[in-house]
């Protein structure tokens, strides 16, 4: 259960991240390598980021929104907000709106400073 929930986080946001790019329609040779990009809506900022690790639904966690932003990925806050979770994500994997068993937890912390363009 726990390989299958990272995998299909790795997926998804690679499936994010690869679409983005082909919208771009050109490489990115900024920031720091060929990781997923996170929107801040808050801050108007682009963040690099990894991901790390799958995590059990305990806790508190901010949502990250794939298909949504300039770069696919976008989330209300980021570093230096008070409201920032330091990476602690959840995406709505079953559309229901709330944190759930179907859903997918993980830890993918953004990546400062944060940049004006993807």
Same mark, same amino acid.
């Given at each position: 259960? #726990?390989?299958?929930?990272?995998?299909?986080?790795? =997926? %998804?946001?690679?499936?994010?991240?690869?679409?983005s790019a082909a919208l771009a329609k050109q490489p990115r040779d900024t920031g720091r390598g060929t990781g997923p990009v996170v929107y801040v809506t808050s801050?108007? &900022?682009?963040?690099?980021?990894?991901? %790390?690790?799958? $995590?059990?639904?305990? /806790? *508190?966690?901010?949502? $990250?929104?794939? /298909?949504?932003? *300039?770069?696919?990925?976008?989330?209300?806050?980021?570093?230096?907000?008070?409201?920032? &979770?330091? +990476?602690? !994500? !959840?995406?709505? =994997?079953?559309?229901?709106?709330?944190?759930?068993? +179907?859903?997918?937890?993980? %830890?993918?912390?953004?990546?400062? *400073? /944060? #940049?004006?363009?993807?």
């Open positions: 259960m #726990r390989m299958t929930t990272t995998f299909t986080a790795i =997926a %998804l946001i690679t499936a994010v991240t690869m679409g801050q108007d &900022l682009f963040y690099d980021s990894i991901v %790390l690790t799958d $995590l059990s639904a305990n /806790g *508190p966690f901010q949502q $990250l929104f794939p /298909g949504e932003g *300039p770069s696919g990925l976008a989330t209300e806050h980021g570093p230096g907000d008070t409201e920032y &979770l330091g +990476g602690r !994500w !959840w995406v709505d =994997a079953n559309e229901t709106g709330v944190m759930d068993d +179907g859903d997918v937890y993980f %830890l993918c912390p953004l990546l400062g *400073p /944060g #940049r004006d363009e993807i």
